[in-house]
T-cell receptor, first 106, second 115 residues
Framework: GIQVEQSPPDLILQEGANSTLRCNFSDSVNNLQWFHQNPWGQLINLFYIPSGTKQNGRLSATTVATERYSLLYISSSQTTDSGVYFCADNDYKLSFGAGTTVTVRA | DAGVIQSPRHEVTEMGQEVTLRCKPISGHDYLFWYRQTMMRGLELLIYFNNNVPIDDSGMPEDRFSAKMPNASFSTLKIQPSEPRDSAVYFC?????????????FGEGSRLTVL
């Protein structure tokens, strides 16, 4: 199956900082999604973004499918942004990355 | 829609007991997935169904694990007999490819502890 590499593996931010998370894929992607797993373990859909750019509040994502990567931007980070961020290619069989653990300090 | 509904949310059982986890997918979704999440292995796909038919069960660890989907609105994952190494969070997810979105939605998970 497709290999998914996420970077960085860990990120510590001061509240209010901006950051960029990256996802690289070993093959072309068709149904890319970003998820946030909060400290309670819930997997929350952030973006379904096969290509292009989307924005939702302080979060935005860009996928360049032909170059096999996607970026997640967090602006003005808040402590509630803490958790693990996963990207995944949702093409009939979800291939998850190992995640980026984000810790936002007050 | 209420989203993907899983039960129980938490289960503590003793080694050797049978465990049954339940999932109700989002109405109209054609695909249903069972995942397991542990610290060591992350998120692993166990099995998925399309239109109630198991398509790929290559991720099922061993014969102690079985999954069924008797109808479009219900699926079970059964472990018999359970072992301590089965302790994990089990997620169910569904997707409606027919809607041409491909977006996958997860339930809140069932946290299993086998003593």
């Amino acid at each position: 199956g497709i290999q998914v590499e996420q970077s960085p593996p860990d990120l510590i931010l001061q509240e209010g900082a901006n950051s960029t998370l990256r996802c690289n894929f070993s093959d072309s992607v068709n149904n890319l999604q970003w998820f946030h797993q909060n400290p309670w373990g819930q997997l929350i859909n952030l973006f379904y973004i096969p290509s292009g750019t989307k924005q939702n509040g302080r979060l935005s994502a860009t996928t360049v499918a032909t170059e096999r990567y996607s970026l997640l931007y967090i602006s003005s980070s808040q402590t509630t942004d803490s958790g693990v961020y996963f990207c995944a290619d949702n093409d009939y069989k979800l291939s998850f990355g190992a995640g980026t653990t984000v810790t936002v300090r007050a | 829609d209420a989203g993907v509904i899983q039960s129980p949310r938490h289960e503590v059982t003793e080694m050797g007991q049978e465990v049954t986890l339940r999932c109700k997918p989002i109405s109209g979704h054609d695909y249903l997935f069972w995942y397991r999440q542990t610290m060591m292995r992350g998120l692993e796909l166990l099995i998925y169904f399309n239109n109630n038919v198991p398509i790929d069960d290559s991720g099922m660890p061993e014969d102690r694990f079985s999954a069924k989907m008797p109808n479009a609105s219900f699926s079970t994952l059964k472990i018999q007999p359970s072992e301590p190494r089965d302790s994990a969070v089990y997620f169910c997810a569904s997707r409606g490819l027919a809607e041409n979105t491909g977006e996958l939605f997860f339930g809140e998970g069932s946290r299993l502890t086998v003593l």
